[in-house]
């Protein structure tokens, strides 16, 4: 069975940095498009970053040149590298992964969350 876990949230000042894992147990994350979401309390879920099998990848306008998402095959783990935060950063972030080789379709698999947040 699918199964994702996040780590490595935490508490961190602006301008700091934090690098997110997820380790995925039941499915390879070579064969499908993975990505990050992220929900702060009383607004909309928000996909941030994704990547495809080919390591293609594509970002919201809002983290765009501050977070890197990568992956590593062989380790089955998907990573979200966190640069410059910002207050506004401050989130539920969750990861998830799609049954299909490329970015698009229902979201049918997700991570339970880490939380981050980011003080000024």
């Known amino acids: 069975q699918v199964q994702l876990v996040e780590s490595g949230g935490g508490s961190v000042q602006a301008g700091g940095s934090l690098r997110l894992s997820c380790v995925i147990s039941?499915?390879?994350?070579?064969?499908?498009?993975m990505g990050w979401f992220r929900q702060a309390p009383g607004k909309e879920r928000e996909r941030i970053a994704v990547i495809d099998s080919r390591d293609s990848t594509g970002y919201a306008d809002s983290v765009k040149a501050r977070f890197t998402i990568s992956k590593d095959n062989a380790k089955n783990t998907l990573y979200l590298q966190m640069n410059s935060l910002k207050p506004e950063d401050t989130a539920m972030y969750y990861c998830a992964a799609l049954n299909r080789p490329w970015c698009s379709g229902t979201w049918p698999y997700w991570g339970q969350g880490t939380q981050v947040t980011v003080s000024s």
């Open positions: 039941g499915y390879a994350v070579s064969q499908s498009c």
